[in-house]
């Protein structure tokens, strides 16, 4: 039988993809394939923004054409949106023919709940308020190599007013150091180049006592050729121990993802990040000196409940001072049940379209200034993937800036050094070496 499944949302979703289709394989389906001929459908959701919902809303309300064409299909909505308060009701009342609903609790479930809706005519719904056990226990079948990603730590516990995540991911739970190993281990004998540990705020891990530079460490001290990654860094947690162990293996990427959300103090306490864009600054400071080329890449909101003209100009100007290769920029969308959709003083759409635009401005042309100074040097990029239309291999380097090449064999996989003759935005092209 043959399965599909469509993804919304972070890293987390595309790795809990990747297990859902081990649970999809172990029920029998197992032969991915496009929308029209599958057998099971599954909708991974996210609900971190409005039009992050909107946009499966509609894909999943398109499906009920193809449900009646084909009755035995089965459609199944799992994942934060699922997840989130009062939205299993709603979807039950506005697309009744969906199959089963699971949250992000009871992932493991899913065998389960498949084999309980083959016997029944009604929507099987499953949420949990929290995860039971920390490990899952599931195979995912993986897509991204030669990346692979690993859970360190599930859920969050920082409550920054604008975020959902916290209500639909539980509470922090880190999983032990030796699982987190043992499963590194199995990846880089299978042949893995590079292991991405995920967590929505990695530096507060915490596993039977060690914390996070010390397991990082111990993931890049694994024997073997590859790299590692880690995302996502709270600035409230980053500390000289991590840095140290940056430094310390050349196996740690040279880049970090710390998101600032805002360069105004005002606005950071009200989103309760608990940082100042003084610390912030130190922070990227202390990384630079002891590791001089680290890239920083940032994520920013603009149009967060009263933000002025001047405290949004902050933004900017710390886009300049973080020095930042890339942002990820959002404009700020209420989310029901946090605080900040209480707050008085919402932003206009107009105005913040407006901050947007100029924010993305500026991070593009500070993007466009590093990569023209990338010309002429050279780059070892991790080969990801081939474009078939552009006719082009391409991965990232260490720093994860993004290069192109030509080669008339599959390269991916491999570590490849490219000399750099020419930059578009952020793609560098070059030859190989
Ligand atoms: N755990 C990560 C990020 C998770 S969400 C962290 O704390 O860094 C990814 C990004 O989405 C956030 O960094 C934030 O910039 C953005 N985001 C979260 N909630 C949002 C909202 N309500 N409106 C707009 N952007 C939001
Ligand atoms: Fe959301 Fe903040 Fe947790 Fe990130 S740290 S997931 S932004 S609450
Ligand atoms: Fe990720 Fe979206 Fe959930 S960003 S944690 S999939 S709300």
Redesign the pocket.
Known sequence: MKYHITTYGCQMNLHESEKIAGILNACGYDEECGEEEADIIVFNTCCIRENAENHAFGNIGALKKLKKRKPSLLIAMGGCMAQEAGKAEYIKRKFPFVDIVFGTHNLCELQALIEKKRATKKTVVSLKEEREMVEDGITPVRKSYPNAWVNITYG?????T?????YV?GREKSRAPEEILKEVEELVQAGYKEITLLG??VNSYSGNGMRFPELLDKVASIGGNFRVAFM?S?PKDFSEELVAVMKKHSKICRRLHL?A?SGSDRILSLMN?RYTREKYLNEIALLRREIPDCEVTTDLIVGFPTETEEEFGETLTLVREAGFSSAFTFVYSPRAGTKAAEMEGQIPEDVSKLRIMRLVECVNRQTREKSARCVGQTLEILVEDYDGKKGFYLGRDSYGRMGYFKSDRDRVGEFVTLKITKANGVSLFGEEQ
């Open positions: 969050c516990n920082n409550f920054c604008y975020c959902i995540v916290p991911r929505q705020n996502t709270h998101p959300q990040r």
